[in-house]
């Protein structure tokens, strides 16, 4: 009886510990200062020709620091017109050494609807 108890607790734990993701992304509620505060730091960074539109969604990493990957709607003045673009971007913070970075970034042109 014992051993069966002991083999019954043992799967749900290993079962637990399978399904948590130390160190991994946690999804952010995209309407949080903190996350636009980071969305438009990532835009700043990209230069004075963009233009937040809305922050799609996002995801936080605790590392040492907060490392942000969130997928943003921008606009891009070029020649005097504004063309929409999509952007996905990496920052990470360290509010302890008063440093932000932006890591990566990747944007693509959104056709514009008819």
């Known amino acids: 009886m014992m051993n ?10 290993i079962t637990l510990i399978s399904t948590l993701k130390p160190g991994g992304f946690q999804n952010l509620d995209v309407e949080g200062a903190a996350t636009e505060s980071v969305a438009k730091f990532a835009v700043r960074e990209l230069g004075s020709k963009y233009k937040l539109v809305e922050i799609v969604s996002g995801k936080k990493q ?3 620091g907060e490392k942000y990957k969130l997928k943003l709607k921008v606009e891009k003045k070029t020649r005097g017109e504004k063309k929409k673009r999509r ?3 990496v920052v990470l913070m360290m509010p302890h050494y008063s440093y932000k970075e932006l890591e990566e970034f990747h944007c693509y042109l959104v056709k514009e609807e008819i």
């Not at 069966?4 to 734990?13: A, D, G, P, Q, S």
Request: glycine share 0%.
């Open 4 to 13: 069966r108890i002991f083999l019954i607790l043992l799967v749900c734990n």
């Open 62 to 64: 605790v590392v040492n």
């Open 87 to 89: 952007c996905t971007v």
